[in-house]
């Protein structure tokens, strides 16, 4: 049970990720704005909404703590605008084709 003074409490409150830390503070979690990558984190910007990028470098992070999709992965994400995806962005390959196509994936990730 959560007293007023207390931001959680599970009963256990070990600290572990997505539990509470003995104080009854929030313990580490995704959201929180630290990568835990042990707990299986591949970011945590403490945002977390990005669900597609236009960069493999961006700082971006998607719910769940993953990376967004992006354009150079090797899978269409017809959702996001994507017609094609050789696992090469758009600088690499020069492609007028591909390059309309990020064009466009920049645009919806705006």
């Known amino acids: 049970m959560v007293a007023s003074n207390e931001?959680?409490?599970?009963?256990?409150n070990?600290?572990?990720?997505?539990?509470?830390?003995?104080?009854?503070?929030l313990g580490p979690r995704c959201g929180d704005g630290v990568l835990q990558a042990v707990s299986g984190e591949a970011c945590d910007d403490g945002i977390?909404?990005?669900?597609?990028?236009v960069s493999t470098t961006a700082a971006a992070c998607a719910?769940?703590?993953?990376?967004?999709?992006?354009?150079?992965?090797g899978m269409v994400d017809s959702v996001f605008g994507?017609?094609?995806?050789?696992?090469k962005t758009p600088?690499?390959?020069?492609?007028?084709?591909q390059n309309a196509v990020?064009?466009?994936s920049a645009?919806?990730?705006?």
């Open 82 to 87: 994507e017609a094609c995806d050789d696992t």
């Open 48 to 53: 977390n909404l990005i669900s597609y990028s």
């Open 107 to 110: 645009a919806m990730a705006k």
């Open 63 to 73: 719910p769940g703590c993953k990376k967004p999709e992006f354009c150079g992965h």
């Open 14 to 25: 070990d600290g572990a990720n997505g539990d509470c830390n003995a104080d009854c503070t």
């Open 91 to 97: 600088e690499v390959t020069g492609s007028v084709h």
């Open 102 to 104: 990020w064009a466009n």
């Open 7 to 12: 931001a959680c409490d599970v009963g256990v």
